[in-house]
């Protein structure tokens, strides 16, 4: 089974920036692609960034892209999501997931979930 430990979530001022980091552990090879997700209070749970495991292709929703960079270590099995400028509607629970052969990143079903790290940006 595929284990996903996400981290590095906490409280920022607008304008900020902040890492998360998701570590996977158990059988994840490069036939993967690693996905972030964020939910809100009240709000559906919406797709951020993705990135395939092979290739290092990346995806992002349209509402981050130009300030949230998605990369891997392939050494540590872990994905990064460095977030710049944030914004209070950024504020949410950020979750990463693993999806097994993905074909369509941004809205397939992932297969493996961790258990979500706090982002909130106030001043």
């Known amino acids: 089974q595929v284990l996903l430990v996400e981290s590095g979530g906490g409280l920022v001022q607008p304008g900020g920036s902040l890492r998360l980091s998701c570590a996977a552990s158990?059988?994840?090879?490069?036939?993967?692609?690693t996905g972030w997700f964020r939910q809100a209070p009240g709000k559906e749970r919406e797709f951020v960034a993705a990135i395939r495991w092979i290739g290092d292709t990346t995806y992002y929703a349209d509402s981050v892209k130009g300030r949230f960079t998605i990369s891997r270590d392939g050494a540590k099995n872990t994905v990064y999501l460095q977030m710049s400028s944030l914004k209070p509607e950024d504020t949410a629970v950020y979750y990463c997931?693993?999806?097994?052969?993905?074909?369509?990143?941004?809205?397939?079903?992932?297969?493996?979930w961790g258990q979500g790290t706090q982002v909130t940006v106030s001043s």
């Open positions: 997931a693993a999806k097994w052969r993905a074909q369509t990143p941004s809205t397939d079903a992932y297969d493996y």
């Open positions: 158990g059988p994840i090879s490069i036939s993967y692609t």
